[in-house]
């Protein structure tokens, strides 16, 4: 590729215009104004309200730098109605000079009240000379960074309007299916729009051409997730298919009949496993929906296919329980599991990497220590990551195998959001358990105040009398992990030393592996009762008893947490509940999460309305995936991505040269991070 360049711009203006994102012309093209000047017209000193943003043509009366209370530069103006006064704080002793009595200028600012009168501090101001003619455009402002003036912004954008390319990429059929405007007119009237209008009409005048805009950038992002997805269809991966017998076996001896949504993306994997390319899917369901059954099953399909599969969780714990309740799937089976984790000895981790390595064990389930210990299989065919959210969002897994591309399932409890999976997630194939195992009773949700803690206590007794179990979480405390460990053993505390009688347990992130899974395994057990735990119980831990979770602080949770924490209660057959204690007064924007998580208990439902709350950036972890964010577009708008996703792949089939055009257009300086 030539090397990016800028006409125009001097070498330390490139960097302030690469630190904006912007290194080639057909960048500062799409560098769009966040609003505008009007300096078209002029205002009548007499007519200068307080607060009003205005244009007036003055003569300098006198100018003066004053040395209390601060040093400042204060020159006093006029016109035919009236007189001002300019306000400098910051100024050089040139523009003293530049103010002489009887020079025509141009100001331009806010009109503020000041004792004198009115007056404009820092005004923007331009020296006339004669009869100039006022400007017949309104002035952009455009996002800029410090040392990189509006004017040179300007002067750039202005060339590259005049240079840069601004042919159409899109091919008319489209442009007219979809009524969109044509691409050089929409770029043009939203750096220059006419004056004489108000903010709602200019924004209606608008409205058709930023339609464009989001459209180019949503198709760019289609595209480009599209081609990574026939890139990766391109290459080779071992054919997982088996004669069935074991699947059957696995499926014959559960305890339950799967759901017809599992049955369903049991087909859908099973299918993508048979095929010659690495399947790249996403199988979400809510917390408790049944996705470790199909883990299961995909992981035996690789066993009948003669490939090992490897199955990784976030934690310890996590990890710990799949391994149980896979072993007890698979044993009876003559399947045997190998087990790894970080907190192994040295040698034993070493034993089992070198049975996996000569291919002797060919399922293993761990934690990332699995990708960690730079674990060498011998015919890995299937990589499962399990609450996959935990990971960041499309970790590359590292996993190694000889040179073989490998089959990869993502499994996550934090639902994607329709147009999220849409967007962002368009290189990935998506299944998703969209229902419950049978029997579940709905988890009842109450908001209590933290002064009713003690309230709060008498249920848990009573519920512990009764043979149920219950889980305490901890106030999260985000800050310091040593803080949020005093927070739990205050909680511990305080909670043995009211409940007496209760058998209870701690578990937090600084335990050692093996407490933290004896403890898992005594609450398992019914040997503990109330479980006082930070948020390591939020993925994945199944104990069908426990039916109650208090939840303290839940103001300072996030919705998924929440939802997440909510999924450990409800799991067998007993009424659950689930207890937010708050703390008074709530924020604004607390007050909204706990009260969606209140109202809503579908996961998709919630994760649509987090999406509203946080937007995108957040929830796709795009800081780790390094996706370049949507700056125009706006997810909200499901019937345009709609369109720019038909659009992509009609341009990918038919029009490929106008796909390749308009991708350099967008995405140039970006190619490489999308292809994460
Ligand atoms: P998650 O999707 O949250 O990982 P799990 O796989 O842990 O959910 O399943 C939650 C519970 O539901 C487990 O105890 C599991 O054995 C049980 N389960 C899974 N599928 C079914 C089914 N089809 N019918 C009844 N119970 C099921
Ligand atoms: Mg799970």
């Not at 004017?151 to 159409?168: G, Y």
């Not at 599992?262 to 369901?285: K, N």
Request: hydrophobic share 45%; glycine share 6%; proline share 6%.
């Amino acid at each position: 590729m030539a090397k990016p360049a800028i006409p125009g711009a001097t070498p330390v203006v490139a960097e302030k215009l690469k630190a904006l994102g912007l290194t080639t012309q057909a960048d500062l093209v799409l560098h769009l104004p966040l609003r505008f000047e009007d300096e078209t017209r002029i205002t009548p000193i007499a007519a200068a309200q307080p607060g009003m943003t205005a244009q007036f043509e003055v003569t300098v009366v006198a100018a003066e730098i004053l040395e209390r209370p601060r040093r400042q530069l204060v020159c006093r103006v006029e016109d035919a109605t009236g007189q001002l006064v300019l306000r400098f704080l910051h100024f050089y002793p040139s523009q003293l000079k530049l103010l002489q009595a009887g020079r025509r200028l141009r100001v331009f600012g806010e009109v503020r009240g000041g004792f004198w009168g009115s007056e404009l501090i820092h005004p923007r101001l331009k020296v006339i000379h004669g009869d100039e003619p006022l400007p017949t455009a309104l002035t952009p402002v455009y996002p800029t960074t410090a040392g990189l003036s509006q004017a040179s912004l300007r002067r750039l954008i202005q060339r590259a309007l005049e240079e840069a390319d601004l042919s159409e990429t899109l091919p008319a059929p489209l442009l007219k299916r979809w009524q969109l405007e044509d691409f050089a007119t929409s770029v043009r009237s939203l750096h220059a729009p006419p004056p004489g209008l108000d903010a709602a009409a200019l924004a209606a005048w608008q409205r058709p051409f930023w339609r464009r805009i989001a459209f180019d950038e949503l198709l760019a992002q289609q595209l480009s997730l599209r081609q990574a997805y026939a890139a990766r269809r391109a290459r080779t991966a071992p054919v997982l298919a088996g004669d069935g017998r074991l699947t059957a076996a696995l499926l014959a001896r559960l305890p339950f009949r799967l759901t017809e949504a599992q049955a369903r993306v049991w087909r859908e994997i099973e299918r993508d496993l048979a095929q010659p390319h690495p399947m790249q899917r996403l199988l979400q369901g809510d917390v408790g929906s049944g996705k470790t059954v199909v883990a299961a099953l995909a992981m035996v399909r690789a066993v009948e296919a003669g490939y090992q599969a490897a199955l990784m969780a976030p934690t310890e714990i996590l990890a710990e329980q799949h391994y149980q309740k896979l072993s007890a799937w698979l044993a009876p089976l003559g399947l045997e599991l190998a087990w790894l984790s970080g907190s192994q000895k040295k040698k034993e981790k070493q034993a089992i990497a070198a049975k996996v390595g000569a291919g002797e064990s060919a399922l293993v389930v761990g934690t990332h220590a699995l990708i960690e210990e730079r674990v060498v299989f011998a015919r890995l065919g299937l990589a499962i990551v399990d609450e996959q959210h935990r990971f960041g969002v499309r970790q590359r897994l590292a996993l190694k195998q000889k040179g073989q591309e490998v089959h990869q399932l993502a499994m996550s409890a934090t639902p994607i959001p329709r147009t999220l999976a849409m967007s962002y997630y368009a290189d990935l194939d998506v299944s998703v358990i969209d229902a419950l195992p049978p029997g579940r009773t709905p988890v009842l949700t109450k908001l209590v105040a933290s002064a009713r803690r003690a309230e709060v206590i008498e249920r848990v007794r009573a519920l512990c009398a009764a043979g149920r179990q219950a889980y305490w979480v901890c106030p999260l405390v985000e800050e310091s992990e040593a803080l949020q460990l005093k927070a739990a053993e205050e909680t511990f505390a305080h909670l043995s030393a009211e409940l007496p009688e209760l058998r209870i347990g701690l578990v937090h992130g600084r335990l050692k592996p093996e407490e933290k899974a004896a403890t898992m395994a005594a609450f398992q057990r019914n040997e503990i009762q109330l479980l006082v735990a930070t948020t390591v119980i939020e993925v994945g831990v199944d104990v069908p008893n426990a039916s109650l979770m208090v939840i303290e602080h839940a103001e300072r949770f996030g919705l998924a947490q929440l939802h997440q924490l909510r999924g450990r209660v409800g799991r067998g057959a007993a009424e659950s509940a689930c207890i937010l204690l708050y703390e008074p007064p709530l924020s604004e924007n607390a007050r909204q999460r706990l009260k969606i998580i209140y109202e809503h208990h579908d996961g998709f439902e919630i994760a649509r309305q987090d999406l509203h709350l946080r937007g995108p950036g957040e929830f796709v972890g795009a800081r780790q995936s390094g996706l370049p964010l949507l700056r125009f577009a706006d997810l909200e708008d499901e019937a345009l991505l709609a369109a720019a996703r038909a659009a992509a792949e009609e341009m990918l089939a038919q029009w490929p040269e106008h796909a390749a055009r308009h991708l350099a257009r967008w995405l140039a300086q970006r190619a490489e991070l999308i292809r994460a």
